[in-house]
């Protein structure tokens, strides 16, 4: 009996002692409404999953002006939502880079985040993200030829929102196809195509070069749709520790300068990211590149969060889930630091 309690006493302490720990080691709390600050103290760490960004960031230099203003980051290898969410729900991450559905399905799951980060395609539905793959011999050319296809379909995704609109926009519902859970990982899309065990998957345009080099008779059409968002997502709880947003601040500009260089160096942006990160080819990662388009940064936040919002009720309606009023997942205080961070190269207008 008098061992239990020694133990139980032993693994409280070391409870209180962690607790205590955390506690003095998260920086001080901020407000959501409170301005950020100006100011990173000494030793600040931000855990980032954004490949394209860190590589972006190196090559341009770009993030010396992280390290100058007292910012340490730790790259984690994680892109999409999945990835992100598993790792936030670990407190492994503070934030990632990814489309606008994962900050949805966060929500939807108990996950607290906050969007702190905005770019769009100058040209979203000449330049589009994804293209719908379709398997050799399908038969698929356009749109209304998807009734009663198998379509690969992760809901939690940006590909599972963009497959529910595609089908709006072609007349049809659920009902008429079949939709098969797949997680968009690596080449799983690819994959389910060429072995046929799907006959229709949206994968992105470097996808597209790889699927139909990889498998004679595959090809892919347009949705006609626009794809482009493109945020950073944080933990609610890391943008309120006063140390974590003065350097996401921070990061916020030096990320919007870096999609400007990116635009201004295309060749490099292939090479470090499309080539070293991705393993295309020259050609190929240039290609990307070219039928990628141009990214710019919105002056306003306004269309972003109005694209947001009528997705998410599609996405309730579509899949069962509530209602979701999308302001509480976009922390506006960031949209002015992207703004400033471009300076004249911002966008309005139907692009933003």
């Given at each position: 009996?008098?061992?239990?309690?020694?133990?139980?006493?032993?693994?409280?302490?070391?409870?209180?002692?962690?607790?205590?720990?955390?506690?003095?080691?998260?920086?001080?709390?901020?407000?959501?409404?409170?301005?950020?600050?100006?100011?990173?103290?000494?030793?600040?760490?931000?855990?980032?999953?954004?490949?394209?960004?860190?590589?972006?960031?190196?090559?341009?230099?770009?993030?010396?002006?992280?390290?100058?203003?007292?910012?340490?980051?730790?790259?984690?290898?994680?892109?999409?939502?999945?990835?992100?969410?598993?790792?936030?729900?670990?407190?492994?991450?503070?934030?990632?880079?990814?489309?606008?559905?994962?900050?949805?399905?966060?929500?939807?799951?108990?996950?607290?985040?906050?969007?702190?980060?905005?770019?769009?395609?100058?040209?979203?539905?000449?330049?589009?993200?994804?293209?719908?793959?379709?398997?050799?011999?399908?038969?698929?050319?356009?749109?209304?030829?998807?009734?009663?296809?198998?379509?690969?379909?992760?809901?939690?995704?940006?590909?599972?929102?963009?497959?529910?609109?595609?089908?709006?926009?072609?007349?049809?519902?659920?009902?008429?196809?079949?939709?098969?859970?797949?997680?968009?990982?690596?080449?799983?899309?690819?994959?389910?195509?060429?072995?046929?065990?799907?006959?229709?998957?949206?994968?992105?345009?470097?996808?597209?070069?790889?699927?139909?080099?990889?498998?004679?008779?595959?090809?892919?059409?347009?949705?006609?749709?626009?794809?482009?968002?493109?945020?950073?997502?944080?933990?609610?709880?890391?943008?309120?520790?006063?140390?974590?947003?003065?350097?996401?601040?921070?990061?916020?500009?030096?990320?919007?300068k870096a999609i400007l260089w990116q635009n201004e160096h295309p060749d490099e942006y292939a090479k470090v990211y499309y080539q070293d990160v991705q393993g295309l080819n020259e050609a190929d990662a240039r290609e990307v590149v070219r039928i990628s388009g141009t990214k710019a940064i919105p002056a306003t936040w306004d269309n972003a969060v109005e694209r947001l919002q009528a997705t998410a009720d599609l996405l309730a309606a579509e899949q069962g889930h509530?209602?979701?009023?999308?302001?509480?997942?976009?922390?506006?205080?960031?949209?002015?630091?992207?703004?400033?961070?471009?300076?004249?190269?911002?966008?309005?207008?139907?692009?933003?």
């Amino acid at each position: 009996m008098i061992k239990k309690s020694l133990g139980a006493a032993v693994a409280l302490l070391t409870i209180v002692t962690i607790s205590a720990c955390a506690k003095e080691d998260a920086g001080a709390g901020l407000e959501l409404t409170a301005a950020l600050p100006d100011s990173v103290p000494s030793g600040t760490v931000l855990r980032l999953g954004d490949p394209a960004g860190q590589a972006v960031l190196q090559e341009s230099g770009i993030v010396k002006e992280l390290a100058d203003a007292g910012v340490t980051v730790e790259w984690a290898n994680i892109s999409g939502g999945p990835q992100s969410i598993q790792a936030f729900r670990a407190d492994k991450l503070d934030c990632s880079a990814v489309a606008d559905i994962p900050s949805l399905f966060a929500a939807w799951t108990g996950t607290s985040t906050k969007i702190i980060f905005q770019s769009v395609t100058a040209d979203p539905l000449e330049f589009p993200i994804y293209q719908l793959g379709v398997a050799p011999g399908t038969g698929v050319a356009a749109l209304a030829d998807l009734r009663g296809k198998k379509i690969a379909y992760s809901a939690g995704q940006a590909q599972g929102a963009l497959v529910l609109r595609v089908l709006k926009e072609a007349g049809l519902t659920q009902k008429d196809v079949t939709l098969v859970e797949l997680t968009s990982t690596g080449d799983s899309y690819i994959t389910a195509l060429g072995s046929k065990a799907v006959d229709v998957a949206p994968i992105s345009a470097f996808q597209v070069k790889l699927y139909t080099a990889k498998y004679p008779g595959g090809s892919s059409i347009g949705t006609g749709i626009r794809d482009d968002a493109s945020t950073v997502y944080c933990l609610t709880k890391s943008v309120e520790d006063a140390e974590k947003a003065a350097a996401l601040k921070v990061y916020v500009a030096a990320r919007t300068k870096a999609i400007l260089w990116q635009n201004e160096h295309p060749d490099e942006y292939a090479k470090v990211y499309y080539q070293d990160v991705q393993g295309l080819n020259e050609a190929d990662a240039r290609e990307v590149v070219r039928i990628s388009g141009t990214k710019a940064i919105p002056a306003t936040w306004d269309n972003a969060v109005e694209r947001l919002q009528a997705t998410a009720d599609l996405l309730a309606a579509e899949q069962g889930h509530d209602k979701l009023d999308v302001t509480t997942l976009v922390d506006r205080r960031f949209e002015k630091v992207q703004a400033e961070a471009a300076g004249s190269a911002v966008v309005t207008g139907d692009a933003a």
